[in-house]
């Protein structure tokens, strides 16, 4: 029998008192197990654990032996830190991979040519900042970072989906977007002052993304100025893309929130009919639609018997987008 993949997760002891950690308040003696995001797991993986907060606590600047078994250490209040390696079959750990193709020779890189933050670069200013990047292979639903981490990378999505994604107060993720090959996000890294990465993200699937240092495109920008009207141009169309998703949320009729989403996956908009694929699980877009699983099923059956929808697992058929947006007004 093969011995299972393995992942690292941090659990947290909280001892004695009450403290606050992730998203929610454990009473003493609780255990919280928190994922382990790359950049974390490379930091422990070289004996340089981590000093910003993970799960609401901060570890020691002393080295960290790495063992399967479960370690303890002190962080700066006191507290237990408990480290355990868990054997688990879903996940593995990240592989993290030099770029050495050039990218003319390399079909799955070869479409950030068509990404506005690379059109404008030449051939040499590309490749030399694809060469100083890493591509980074990612298992099913391993993250990637965590919110309010130091942001040094951006990401180009070469395969898979990734999910963005925020912890509300009660410590219910909330579906900000999904990411799909030949896009950019945390690119608004590249100006933040201070940078640090606004969600969670997070592979859907065994994904690929290249790791591009922010550090290296903004020297970019400052050495060839007119690179910057292009990064801006990609800036206010991504804002007026959000200014659309806030209407869409502010519909109060979960129904019509669904039907507008439904309509803006159709590749020709409201104009005719076809095919779309729902770009995330379900209840994850019950989620980024702000509904429960049970009201999306409840409203899709509803437009399915209807006529207006026909349903094949994550694949939707709208024949008549005028008569769905009728519905909705």
């Not at 919280?32 to 609401?56: D, K, M, R, V, Y």
């Not at 002052?193 to 994904?207: F, G, I, M, N, T």
Request: overall charge positive; charged content about 25%; some cysteine.
């Amino acid at each position: 029998m093969a011995e299972p993949k393995r992942t690292w997760t941090y659990s947290q002891r909280v001892l004695g008192r009450r403290s606050a950690t992730g998203p929610c308040s454990p009473v003493k003696n609780a255990i919280i197990a928190l994922p382990i995001s790359f950049f974390e797991l490379s930091q422990l993986l070289s004996n340089n654990p981590p000093t910003t907060p993970i799960g609401g606590a901060i570890f020691s600047s002393s080295p960290l032996n790495i063992k399967p078994d479960m370690k303890c250490i002190n962080n700066a209040g006191g507290q237990k830190m408990v480290l355990l390696q868990t054997a688990e079959t879903r996940y593995s750990k990240p592989v993290l991979v030099a770029v050495n193709k050039p990218i003319e020779e390399d079909d799955q890189l070869a479409s950030m040519r068509q990404h506005p933050l690379f059109s404008s670069l030449t051939d040499a200013d590309l490749t030399d900042l694809v060469q100083q990047s890493r591509r980074l292979r990612l298992g099913h639903h391993q993250l990637l970072y965590r919110q309010d981490m130091p942001a040094h990378h951006f990401f180009f999505v070469i395969s898979g989906r990734l999910r963005l994604y925020r912890l509300d107060a009660s410590g219910i993720d909330r579906t900000l977007d999904s990411i799909a090959p030949g896009d950019c996000f945390a690119e608004v890294m590249i100006y933040a002052d201070p940078a640090r990465y606004a969600c969670y993200a997070e592979a859907l699937k065994s994904s690929e993304v290249l790791m591009i240092p922010v550090k290296v495109y903004q020297d970019l920008l400052e050495k060839r100025p007119e690179y910057t009207q292009a990064a801006l141009r990609h800036y206010a169309k991504r804002a007026v893309a959000r200014f659309h998703d806030l209407e869409i949320m502010t519909i109060q009729s979960a129904r019509d929130r669904l039907i507008r989403y439904l309509i803006d996956l159709l590749p020709s908009g409201a104009e005719e009919g076809g095919e779309v694929e729902l770009p995330l699980p379900k209840c994850l877009v019950a989620s980024r639609l702000a509904m429960q699983p049970e009201t999306f099923s409840r409203i899709l059956a509803d437009l399915k018997s209807n006529g207006l929808v026909r349903v094949n697992r994550s694949r939707l058929f709208i024949s008549d987008p005028a008569r769905l947006i009728q519905l909705s007004q």
